[in-house]
């Protein structure tokens, strides 16, 4: 049977008190504290609750709590389950070590007897023990790279510096800020106002607007690991076991402690018309059974994006599904300014006509300036090279170079995301 690992709920108060009390002898590092105190410390904002579900019945459970310095282990409880015991302990231990790594928090200790099971597997996991102080420690590395069910996945830890590094779409990049990302980062001052953090949301625009970039850069800005679901992958296996496998990805994906969970092109599963869907219908009703067991999760956010937010189903982005339906569209002067700023400041020290160039790519979206800002670098630089000319970039160079470059938008296109704006926005 399957182990899922997943965080505390309040409806699993009982099960962790029979769980406790039915682990009196193997329960370790518990025995300095009260039962009445780790109830209390269940609810604490510090505590990191942890359980090990067997198909809806607790295996294991642990409890720590942060504090300024160091992150404390309380209780680790384990039903006997022989082989598997230890495998469970060290499912538990890794999620609460990379929860404990994702606040910043860099060492795990717990204070515990030397002869208590919990030692042997701090041991296990490469704890430094002291026999005279009963103390265990671990330093924790900040993440740089997915492991465990992470790798697996084929998920990303997106560098703490993305969110800043977005320039231009201020509108876009504020409202993500206000209605997303504060409430999910500042949880009990949300919950002090009645502010109930959002589990699920929905980016439209026109492509090459950054609706990717932006779920990257979420989970840049929480700490939390970047996990793709690909539908397109998904179409390419046969019908009977598609819903099988978005069923065991999402299962996989509630195993790690937090994640930006994102689907990509969701009008390919949640189209209105049938024929313009790439999967069939059972993968559809399937990720419909999997939002509301992402909604459960409080350290999961589940980001969908589409090109083609009115062929979606409106069933499908129904307030009960998901908290907000957000624009990202296309960049307009103020913001395509500072993009350009950005990519002139990186590949030239001349003097550039920035105005000219913010006026001369009116439909380009920020990819298209990229790939402008690189094309007027490449011209510099075979000049140089064939010619023997030292200057770098020049205005002409940007402007040669967004004449040669085709936009990805058409009027129509921003006219039909202004429209799709007016009936479809939430937030």
């Not at 406790?20 to 002898?25: I, K």
């Not at 999620?95 to 041991?123: H, K, N, P």
């Not at 703490?160 to 409430?183: N, S």
């Not at 970039?393 to 936009?407: G, H, S, Y």
Request: charged content about 30%.
């Amino acid at each position: 049977m399957q182990v899922l690992i997943r965080d505390y709920r309040s409806e699993d108060l009982a099960q962790i008190l029979q769980l406790w009390e039915q682990t009196t002898v193997v329960d370790s590092g518990g025995r300095g504290l009260a039962v009445e105190q780790a109830i209390r410390l269940l609810s604490d904002e510090r505590a990191i609750v942890l359980l090990a579900d067997m198909d809806g019945r607790l295996v294991g459970a642990v409890l720590a709590a942060l504090s300024p310095v160091t992150a404390w282990i309380y209780r680790l409880s384990l039903l006997p389950a022989g082989a598997d015991e230890q495998a469970i302990a060290e499912r538990l231990l890794e999620q609460l070590e990379a929860r404990v790594a994702l606040t910043g928090t860099r060492t795990l200790a717990a204070v515990i007897d030397e002869r208590e099971q919990l030692a042997g597997y701090l041991r296990q996991r490469g704890y430094r023990g002291s026999d005279e102080l009963r103390y265990f420690e671990r330093d924790l590395l900040p993440p740089t790279a997915p492991t465990g069910v992470l790798l697996e996945l084929g998920g990303q830890l997106i560098g703490p510096g993305l969110w800043d590094a977005l320039k231009g779409m201020e509108e876009a990049k504020e409202i993500i800020e206000r209605r997303v990302i504060l409430p999910l980062s500042e949880p009990e001052l949300a919950g002090r106002h009645g502010v109930v953090p959002p589990r699920a949301i929905v980016l439209f625009g026109p492509p090459g607007t950054g609706k990717t970039t932006f779920a990257k850069g979420i989970a840049s800005r929480l700490g939390w690991p970047f996990v793709e679901v690909l539908p397109a992958e998904l179409a390419a296996e046969g019908a009977e076991r598609q819903a099988k496998l978005l069923a065991d990805a999402f299962g996989r994906i509630l195993e790690l402690a937090s994640a930006v969970v994102f689907v990509d092109e969701v009008e390919d599963l949640a189209a209105t018309r049938h024929e313009e869907r790439r999967v069939t219908p059972s993968i559809t009703n399937e990720f419909l059974k999997q939002i509301p067991r992402l909604r459960d999760a409080p350290h999961h956010l589940l980001v969908c994006a589409t090109n083609w937010v009115a062929r979606l189903d409106p069933a499908f982005l129904r307030p009960g599904r998901f908290d907000y339906v957000l624009p990202v569209g296309p960049p307009n002067a103020d913001a395509r300014r500072p993009i350009w700023r950005r990519y002139i400041e990186e590949i030239t020290d001349e003097e550039v006509d920035l105005e000219a160039l913010v006026r001369a790519s009116e439909l380009f979206t920020p990819a298209d300036i990229e790939f402008a800002a690189r094309k007027a670098a490449q011209r510099a630089f075979e000049r140089e090279h064939f010619q023997r000319e030292r200057h770098r970039a020049r205005t002409e160079d940007f402007l040669v170079a967004i004449a040669d470059t085709k936009p990805t938008l058409t009027a129509e296109m921003v006219s039909g995301f202004d429209d799709d704006t007016d009936r479809f926005a939430r937030f």
